[in-house]
């Protein structure tokens, strides 16, 4: 891999990190406070780079905690498939882990459900109308499964396309949240997601304020899912800011 040094990383809290931390009761009842010490409402931090694959038209590396992406962008180039004329081009995306990336090795593989969940998301920020019968390739290789992993994919590709110069209406930032018992809890880790009650996932676009992608597991009360939805948009918002600095960044250091 070969690219630009990244910025340091940075959080993106949709609401002030000085809350106090609460404790929260799981399934076997014991109390306990988040794995990595977090308040409920506190996102990990952010590392974020463009130009990772330097034989890829764009590429992005993402690090949230333990949770490790890169993501290579070929195209837009002519589909291997024979198709007749179309005004819009095509997006196909595909997911993959490594070996090596859970606890469970040897179990890297192919995602086709996060696959068709990646290219929703995609699909409705990108121009297709830009490229015109010819296709766009987004690999997505999950190097570290550490939680959120989905969320982290989205927005790292978004980050990708845009290095690859895809005209796109907006970036696309991706939060979600588990609910635990009575409690909320933002960009949350493996070990939460393996208790939690329910699961949120909204993918945006924070500067047009359009939603692309929600996803919604398990019940909920209707004031929850409107907390929810409140949170992971904050949260997308401020994330949004730190994937565009990560943008000016690159123009800024290309004209030293």
């Known amino acids: 891999m070969a690219g630009k040094t990244g910025s340091m990383p940075a959080t993106y809290s ?97 995602n086709k459900e996060l696959s068709s969940m ?18 766009v390739d987004v690999f997505a290789l999950v190097l570290e499964s550490g939680g959120s992993d989905l969320p982290v994919i989205i927005s790292c590709a978004s980050l990708a396309l845009a290095d690859a110069g895809i005209l796109l209406y907006d970036l696309v930032a991706s939060v979600s949240v588990s609910c635990l018992g009575k409690n909320l809890v933002i960009d949350p880790v493996s070990e939460e997601e393996s208790y939690q009650d329910g699961s949120l996932m909204i993918t945006c676009m924070p500067s047009r304020n359009e939603v692309t992608q929600l996803t919604v597991t398990g019940e909920w009360s209707t004031p929850k899912i409107h907390e929810a939805m409140e949170l992971c948009l904050g949260a997308c918002s401020k994330l949004g800011e730190v994937m565009r600095s990560c943008l000016k960044d690159v123009v800024t250091d290309s004209k030293e």
């Open 14 to 110: 949709p609401s002030p990190a000085t809350r106090k931390k609460k404790r929260i009761s799981i399934a076997n009842g014991a109390d306990w406070v988040r794995p990595d010490n977090r308040s409920f409402y506190q996102c990990r931090p952010a590392y974020l780079r463009t130009s990772a694959v330097s034989t890829a038209a764009g590429s992005a590396y993402a690090e949230f905690g333990n949770t490790k992406v890169i993501v290579s962008v070929f195209g837009p180039r002519e589909s291997k498939k024979a198709m007749m004329y179309s005004d819009t081009g095509r997006l196909n995306c595909n997911v993959s882990y490594t070996t090596f990336s859970t606890s469970a090795r040897g179990q890297g593989s192919d």
């Open 118 to 135: 990646l290219h929703k998301a995609l699909e409705g920020a990108i121009v297709l109308e830009s490229f015109p019968k010819t296709t």
